[in-house]
């Protein structure tokens, strides 16, 4: 994109009188007002008008435009009001501000964008960097009509750099940590540009920070996405990667009610984020952990702190070594050790530390070959026994013999009348057992081999209190 030229814009600037003459606008105060406008107001390279009729020229119009939306005095001047208000630190798309200029909608006008890598960083070979911002363009290329062509010279829509420190765009970087990047909304001069701190390490693997996952982040940004309240997100304001970058449905929804959707058939798989007062969710597994009560969907874990609102985090945060989509997860209380399952393998962990020797197949604990994967499990502290379920059946385990008990599988049906032949997930909590099948849970009382009450699966949650 062209740049106003700097000259037209002291003379522009030049002409403006001071209230108190204080300063005079200094070369920087003007080239930050320049891509201000550029960035967020639009600024176009029109220079021809400006020398025809100054009060209505562009640089003050914009101005006017910009000193109306944040409620200054409209003067048309870069007073030192104005010049303040410009200087706050902003990301390129800012989180929530009520004053930003988030409320206005960045889009680009054209469909065949086109980017250039300027500068490298020196922690990848520059063929990872280019692939991993080509993947990142990737994929949103592959939910939206737009294309991305990589040219090698000259002004592009979008173009990239790995800089440091202040780096004169009005939003210096901060040294290794806290913000990785940033770039800016659709628009000319500035507009679109994606910027990565230097100051950080850069990868190509689960070591912070992944530049693919970034980019997918900062590419969202650069084509009019602000951040996102949904976790799940690939526009979630914070950097999460446990090796898989992954749309969630609402940053397709988000781009999509933007661009329209891609004309490419084959649409990528994008996952929904669990919410947890959907009368319709079903959980994977479910385990107590220390008091608390852990619910288990896809790669997410909700952690249920008794009269806390119930939070919604990654799996891989608390247990990096887990995979997605477990099957089954039980506590066995008085060794403090939770257990994991996933197929025919399993995970045990004390707190969040793995155990010794972890994963180990199933088999160990005594299941014959036939048995796949485990539905659900639950521990029963004052027996010391475990219960498997697997389809219409369920195994005892004798957690102090550490054997599976004599006279196992039996059916479901005979052991827990009432909960159906197939079980989602179960839990135990005072004594109860509280079984999943679909968008059903049943209380369960072990020693009257009854149904207490049947409940909501979000009754958990305190849904009607926080959400
Ligand atoms: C940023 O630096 C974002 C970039 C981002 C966000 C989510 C995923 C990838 C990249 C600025 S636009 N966020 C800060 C961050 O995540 C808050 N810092 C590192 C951290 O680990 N908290
Ligand atoms: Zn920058
Ligand atoms: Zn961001």
Redesign the pocket.
């Known amino acids: 994109m062209h740049h106003l030229p700097l000259l037209l814009l002291l003379w522009v600037m030049g002409s403006w009188s001071f209230p108190t003459s204080l300063t005079d606008p200094k070369e920087q105060d003007m080239k930050m007002v320049q891509t201000y406008l550029e960035s967020y107001y639009r600024l176009e390279n029109d220079g021809h008008k400006i020398a025809k009729q100054r009060d209505h020229s562009p640089v003050v119009e914009k101005l006017k435009q910009m000193q109306k939306f944040f409620g200054l005095k409209v003067t048309g001047k870069p007073d030192a009001e104005t010049l303040k208000v410009m200087r706050q630190p902003r990301?390129?798309?800012p989180d929530v501000a009520p004053l930003s200029i988030t409320s206005r909608i960045f889009r680009w006008e054209h469909t065949s964008l086109t980017y250039r890598i300027e500068t490298y960083t020196k922690d990848m070979h520059p063929a990872e960097v280019d692939r991993a911002i080509e993947k990142a363009f990737n994929l949103w290329s592959q939910v939206t009509p737009l294309t991305f062509t990589k040219v090698f010279e000259g002004q592009a829509d979008i173009m990239i750099s790995f800089v440091y420190g202040d780096h004169y765009d009005n939003s210096p970087f901060d040294g290794p940590?806290?913000?990785?990047?940033?770039?800016f909304p659709p628009g000319s001069g500035l507009g679109g540009d994606v910027h990565f701190?230097e100051d950080e390490t850069w990868t190509n693997n689960l070591k912070?920070?992944n530049l693919y996952?970034?980019a997918?982040?900062?590419l969202g940004?650069s084509l009019g996405l602000s951040?996102s309240m949904d976790i799940g997100a690939?526009?979630?304001?914070?950097?999460?990667?446990s090796g898989e970058v992954q749309f969630s449905q609402s940053d397709i929804q988000d781009i999509q009610a933007l661009y329209g959707p891609s004309k490419n058939p084959f649409q990528p798989e994008a996952p929904k984020t669990p919410e947890p007062c959907d009368s319709k969710l079903t959980f994977d597994a479910i385990t107590t952990l220390r008091g608390e009560i852990i619910f288990f969907k896809d790669r997410f874990y909700l952690r249920v702190i008794r009269n806390y609102p119930v939070e919604l985090q990654h799996i891989s945060d608390l247990w990096p070594a887990l995979p997605n989509k477990l099957q089954a997860a039980y506590e066995v209380t008085n060794k403090d050790e939770v257990r994991f399952f996933k197929g025919n393998k399993y995970w045990a962990f004390q707190g969040h530390d793995m155990l010794p020797g972890y994963p180990k197949d199933i088999y160990v604990l005594g299941f014959p070959r036939t048995v796949k994967s485990i539905d659900a499990a639950v521990y029963e502290e004052t027996t010391s026994k475990t219960y498997f379920f697997v389809d219409n059946k369920y195994w005892r385990y004798d957690e102090t013999k550490e054997s599976m008990d004599k006279g196992y599988p039996k059916l479901i049906q005979d052991g827990f009348p009432g909960i159906g032949n197939k079980v989602d997930a179960v839990f135990s909590d005072d004594n109860f057992f509280y079984f999943f099948h679909g968008t059903r849970q049943y209380e369960f009382d072990p020693k009257t081999k009854s149904i207490l009450r049947l409940r909501k699966t979000n009754s958990w949650f305190n849904c009607r209190k926080k959400y």
Do not use: I, K, Q, W
């Open positions: 990301c390129g798309v940590g806290n913000t990785l990047a940033h770039a701190d912070e920070y996952r970034v997918a982040h900062e940004h951040h690939l526009m979630y304001p914070s950097y999460f990667y």
